[in-house]
């Protein structure tokens, strides 16, 4: 059942999961659609909660999850992590002043800290683990780059940022299908021979098999293990739809159309969907360097976003 987030739900105890921090990545198919802004206020809303969080800034072509923070440029950065001035993710944590939040800045002047090679994000990735936190929300680079790709998909919840424009929702399944579609590859060798004879030969069935929820399905009627391991497998994360800069009542429509495509698509609705309204504030609040949730605690959007994290929380602790 989709869960419209709309009201506050009560929060399970905090925690980590197997002694490390859940991890909630925040994506988008396009530039300009606020990840940013929500990836910070996630960040904050946790913190403000008491659990003990870290926003990281995984958009390093252009990073600027510190700027949404009220910060000016943070002495340290993951550039300095990954090219090897420090051996330790986290020396890079600064603490947000006046909050229990910590931020990673992925802010630098180095171009090459934008292309990670395969072993930097490995590395990284086994940091991330590691990190001294309940949570970690990480703000992923627009787009589907392979690196994109593969932070979005290691996160216990992905959260989809998309606006009511036909570029951000066209760019969002874009981003959605290709993160999914690589996920595939993260199954037994035997699972993942079964896809490659599926889709490897194209025939007039295969054809047919235009949605990933048509093509689990046939590899479920072929074999029932494998399709089961397929599904658990695109099923292993949260999934969350953000519609943000609501300025029509008609905006609303296209959360819930984008929710029954993904079911048709995936075989999966996201597991929450949250509306933020257009709000002239939160531009007034980047320009003043200050915090919007700290500024604007009750406002529609500061609202939606303390109840989406209640929600999230709820949902992983039933």
């Not at 896809?195 to 689990?216: A, C, D, H, W, Y």
């Not at 531009?283 to 929600?311: D, F, G, T, W």
Request: hydrophobic content about 35%.
């Amino acid at each position: 059942m989709l869960k419209v987030v709309t009201s506050p739900t009560a929060p399970a105890s905090a925690g980590a999961t197997e002694n490390r921090p859940q991890i909630w990545a925040v994506a988008s198919g396009k530039g300009g659609v606020g990840k940013s802004f929500i990836a910070s206020n996630l960040g904050l809303a946790l913190a403000q909660s008491g659990r003990r969080t870290i926003v990281v800034d995984l958009d390093l072509g252009g990073a600027n999850l510190h700027t949404h923070l009220g910060m000016s440029r943070p002495k340290h950065s993951l550039s300095h992590f990954i090219n090897g001035k420090r051996s330790d993710l986290k020396e890079m944590i600064e603490s947000l002043p006046g909050t229990t939040l910590g931020i990673i800045s992925g802010a630098s002047d180095h171009l090459e800290v934008a292309n990670l090679k395969h072993f930097q994000k490995l590395k990284l990735i086994r940091h991330l683990y590691k990190l001294p936190a309940d949570y970690v929300i990480l703000d992923l680079g627009a787009g589907t780059t392979y690196n994109t790709l593969d932070f979005f998909n290691i996160a216990d919840q992905g959260i989809l940022s998309v606006i009511p424009e036909p570029t951000s929702i066209e760019n969002s399944h874009r981003f959605l299908k290709s993160a999914m579609y690589r996920k595939l590859r993260d199954v037994p060798v035997d699972t993942k021979e079964i896809v490659k004879e599926i889709l490897g030969k194209p025939t007039e069935q295969t054809r047919s098999l235009n949605t990933l929820n048509k093509i689990i399905a046939s590899i479920h009627q072929k074999s029932a293990k494998h399709g089961k391991i397929l599904r658990k497998n695109i099923n292993s994360a949260g999934l969350h739809l953000i519609v943000n800069q609501i300025r029509e009542p008609s905006d609303f429509q296209l959360g819930y159309s984008m929710a029954l495509i993904w079911k048709q698509y995936y075989g999966k609705k996201p597991d929450s969907l949250s509306f933020l309204n257009h709000d002239a504030s939160i531009m007034k609040a980047l320009c003043e360097h200050q915090m919007y949730l700290h500024e604007h605690p009750h406002s529609r959007n500061a609202i939606q976003l303390k109840h989406l994290v209640k929600s999230i929380i709820h949902q992983q602790q039933s």
